[in-house]
């Protein structure tokens, strides 16, 4: 089926820091995610991202959050600075529209790390 | 506040038997519930949905069987096969919103 690919697959870094997760969506994808997922915790929205916009964030998306995709690149999530409580699992996802029954594709995760 | 919750947290079963996952919501609104699977370090992946308007949805060995009443659901995986075993998450969207609220996940071990 469809691949959602991420980089870095683990990331360490010391708080304070700056950090880029990156998401390689399907290719023909309009609309994409993130979710976090803290050890032991149902994974979370945090985001949802078209045309350019963020269109709906949730509480956990903090002022040191952003995202962005460049024009056929990466979707990119960007945390600067980085704080402890930033260490989770962070799972990019991508869909052709937004309507309830579409699907949303999964990336493997990238790890995160902050010490 | 966990608006979708998951039962069993973990669940082992023999090859051959009906594993039965549990699923509750809170939110009436929520219109579509997936199932997503994810076998250790891959993708979380969809493997069965279903909308409130059944109560039912099968796709080869695994059943969903809803109750909006009690605003429950339950994934049943029949004859099951080493290979089933993976983390299963109950998740719940409400219209457009793009936003998926997930479970905790049952872990199922099927053994040979």
């Known amino acids: 089926g469809p691949k959602v690919l991420q980089i870095p697959s683990h990331q360490i870094i010391d708080m304070g820091q700056m950090v880029t997760l990156n998401c390689d969506p399907v290719s023909n994808h309009l609309y994409f995610y993130w979710y976090k997922q803290i050890l032991g915790q149902q994974m979370e929205f945090l985001v949802n991202?078209?045309?350019?916009?963020?269109?709906?964030k949730s509480k956990l998306f903090k002022d040191q959050f952003s995202v962005e995709r460049p024009d056929g690149s990466y979707f990119t999530l960007k945390i600067q600075p980085t704080a402890l409580e930033d260490s989770a699992v962070y799972f990019c996802?991508?869909?052709?529209?937004?309507?309830?029954?579409?699907?949303?594709?999964f990336g493997p995760g990238t790890r995160l790390l902050v010490l | 506040q966990q608006q979708v919750r998951q039962s069993p947290q973990s669940l082992t079963v023999w090859e051959g038997e009906t594993a039965i996952l549990n699923c509750s919501y809170e939110d009436s609104t929520f219109d579509y519930f997936p199932w997503y699977w994810q076998f250790p370090r891959e993708s979380p992946a969809l493997l069965i949905a279903?909308?409130?308007?059944?109560n039912k949805k099968e796709d080869g060995r695994f059943t969903i069987f809803f109750n909006k009443r009690e605003k429950k659901l339950s994934l049943h995986i029949t004859d099951s096969q080493p290979g089933d075993s993976a983390t299963y998450f109950c998740a719940a969207i409400t219209g457009n919103t793009g936003k998926l609220i997930f479970g905790l996940g049952t872990t199922l071990q099927v053994q040979p």
């Open positions: 279903i909308r409130p308007v059944s």
């Open positions: 991202f078209y045309n350019g916009k963020v269109m709906e």
């Open positions: 996802a991508s869909s052709l529209g937004a309507g309830v029954q579409d699907t949303q594709y």
